[in-house]
């Protein structure tokens, strides 16, 4: 602060200057939130890659990279959602619906891209009701979605008489959905744009203001209703997404596909990335990375032999212990211990 | 009505030396169904002025501000804003008109960098097609915006959450004042805060006033503080202006008498 007492009308509200960018180094790294979460991940790659052999192959690779895919699609989602408050459980539901509003469609004599199209903006609606039910009729999103979820459910058990159908196929669009690595693709690309959405637009800046200060963001004039129901509009649409593109790359279009396991893994992968249930702060960059970690611990398990019961227990340990991180970190670098 | 001996008439209040008026609000009515928030205040602020609105909880201070800002319409009454009569449709229509609120809350979001709370919901754009935010753009000016009013907080990357309760008031303050307020409510702004930050910021407040082209109202429970600080000091009490006058011309005994006048007035008269 004595750099600055030589001018005399000046309100000295000043923190501590920051140490030297060089001096920063390790805690610098460990502030950007999202590189522990890719640390862990990366250490537990090089654990399974040197208890078994066959991890890094191609084979493994793929297989791993769609457990990590649909989870983390949805997840851009839900992260997006969490940051201004809000919930949505019934996105594994939708994830089931979306293939079949796209098969019905096709059915119907509507070429493949068209039926999609009418796939996503049907999910895209029933992610506005979710938050028109949600922001507008003041029912937490919690108990609206869960609502929905058994709704959503029930629905697509209902049209499609409980039985997979062929999803339908045309070359080109198969290929871009359902090719061996489309879907990572699909997730890698979502994750950067909705990471750029996040921090660099009016919308993202919104939509962190909202979960954070509410009534605040309210004052200052900005809509509140919009940001929410919109980002219940994403979520619906991406999790609409995600189902399309693995029933494209199975080729089997399940009414049982997805479900609450599906939603919950992702909001497990953006809280152990490093969003805050409690909104205002959040990463989709550490929901890849949470994603990833979940992927290559749940992969690494089954290669190795190991119980899908041992599992669970590791996911659940991972995400009370990632949570417990995640608020106390944040409350250290609040009372400015970590610089 | 005892207390009557001390408004000198809410309709015409005591003129502040020199200039314009900024602000008149005439006969504001706000009813919440069946509770009258305000019941009939008129108050007028000339340019340049600050002016003190002193009062308790529920007196309708928090009401009258919400009412100036656009956040909520009057049931009854008129505004007039630089001598045109006006309806305000919302906060941003407030605005657009010069009028900025420091709010209680702040209206800071704890988890963006100071320089992201200076802009929220006016953030500039780059050029092109992505109306990506012009986050250097932001950065640079914020640092401006702080350097104006005089206060120094060396990163504008801070986030707020780790300010303390002045530095947050500064950063409020320093963004109403850089959107062009021309009439700043200032709600509170010395609440829940120390002695020595509370001195920083009413030093803040003081260089605000010397700025010909604002015209302040500060909310505030504080009688001495206010009397300080501000030109004028009205007084609410249950929705009603109970006191006006001058600050040179009256002192916290003064204020204190008209406060226990009208519990002896509620009390024995409702």
Redesign the interface.
């Known amino acids: 602060m004595s750099a600055?007492t030589h001018?005399p009308?000046?309100?000295?509200?000043?923190?501590k200057?920051?140490p030297h960018i060089g001096k920063r180094g390790l805690h610098g790294f460990l502030r950007v939130r999202e590189a522990s979460i890719l640390v862990v991940a990366i250490l537990l790659i090089i654990y399974f890659e040197s208890t078994n052999v066959n991890f890094l192959t191609d084979a493994n690779l793929q297989t791993l990279s769609q457990f990590i895919s649909p989870w983390v699609v949805i997840a851009c989602g839900e992260i997006m959602l969490l940051i201004c408050g809000e919930i949505d459980l019934s996105a594994g539901m939708v994830f089931a619906l979306a293939p079949f509003i796209m098969y019905f469609a096709h059915d119907a004599g509507l070429p493949l891209i068209i039926a999609f199209i009418l796939a996503i903006i049907g999910c895209g609606a029933i992610g506005f009701f979710n938050g028109f039910v949600s922001v507008k009729l003041r029912v937490p999103s919690f108990v609206v979605t869960l609502g929905t979820m058994f709704l959503i459910n029930g629905f697509t058990l209902t049209i499609s008489r409980g039985f997979p159908v062929d999803t339908p196929n045309d070359g080109i669009f198969s290929f871009l959905m359902g090719g061996g690595y489309a879907e990572i693709t699909w997730a890698v690309i979502l994750v950067l744009f909705m990471h750029?959405m996040l921090r660099?637009?009016?919308w993202g800046?919104?939509t962190?203001?909202v979960?954070?200060?509410l009534?605040?963001?309210a004052?200052?004039?900005?809509n509140v209703t919009k940001i929410k129901i919109g980002n219940f509009v994403i979520t619906g649409a991406l999790a609409g997404l995600a189902g399309i593109l693995e029933a494209s790359r199975i080729g089997s279009t399940d009414p049982l596909a997805g479900g609450s396991n599906m939603m919950f893994m992702a909001v497990a992968a953006a809280v152990i990335g490093g969003t805050s249930l409690m909104g205002?702060?959040g990463t989709i960059i550490g929901g890849l990375f949470g994603g990833l970690m979940l992927g290559v611990l749940q992969d690494g398990f089954t290669i190795n032999g190991i119980n899908a019961f041992t599992f669970d227990m590791i996911i659940g340990a991972a995400i009370l212990i990632a949570m417990v991180f995640n608020i106390h970190f944040a409350r250290l670098?609040?009372m400015?211990k970590l610089k | 009505m005892s207390q009557s001996q001390y408004v000198q008439s809410s309709a015409v209040p005591p003129q502040v030396a020199g200039g314009q008026e900024a602000l008149r609000a005439r006969d504001i009515v706000k009813r919440f169904g069946a509770v009258t928030a305000l019941n009939g205040v008129s108050l007028r602020l000339q340019k340049g002025e600050m002016l003190g609105i002193l009062g308790d909880n529920g007196a309708g201070k928090s009401t009258l501000i919400k009412i100036l800002?656009g956040?909520q319409a009057p049931t009854s009454g008129q505004l007039t804003i630089n001598g045109e009569d006006v309806a305000l449709k919302?906060?941003?229509h407030a605005?657009e008109l010069g009028i900025e609120?420091v709010?209680q809350?702040?209206?800071?979001?704890?988890?963006?960098s100071i320089y992201?709370n200076m802009f929220?919901?006016r953030?500039p754009?780059r050029a092109g097609p992505?109306?990506?935010?012009d986050?250097a753009q932001m950065k640079r000016r914020a640092a401006e915006a702080l350097e104006d009013i005089?206060?120094?907080?060396?990163?504008v990357n801070?986030?707020v959450?780790?300010?303390?309760g002045?530095?947050r008031q500064?950063v409020a303050i320093a963004r109403a004042v850089y959107s062009k307020a021309k009439i700043l409510l200032l709600d509170e702004p010395l609440a829940a805060m120390g002695a020595r930050?509370s001195g920083?910021?009413l030093?803040?407040i003081d260089?605000l006033k010397k700025r010909a082209d604002l015209s302040l109202i500060m909310i505030a429970h504080n009688y001495a503080q206010t009397l300080e600080v501000a030109d004028r000091i009205m007084m609410f009490q249950h929705g009603e202006v109970t006191f006006e006058r001058a600050s040179a011309e009256t002192s916290v005994p003064e204020l204190l008498d008209v406060v226990r006048q009208n519990y002896k007035v509620v009390r024995g008269g409702a």
Not at chain 1, 9 to 15: H, K, N, S
Not at chain 1, 219 to 222: F, N, R
């Open positions: 600055h001018k009308a000046q309100t000295e509200l000043g923190t200057p920051r750029g660099n637009t009016r800046l919104h962190i203001a979960g954070g200060n009534l605040g963001s004052e200052s004039g900005i205002g702060s670098r609040n400015g | 800002t956040f919302s906060v941003d605005r609120c709010y809350d702040l209206a800071l979001v704890p988890g963006l992201h929220l919901n953030e754009l992505f109306r990506l935010l986050n005089g206060v120094n907080i060396p990163d801070e986030e959450a780790r300010l303390s002045g530095q500064a930050e920083l910021i030093d803040l260089r």
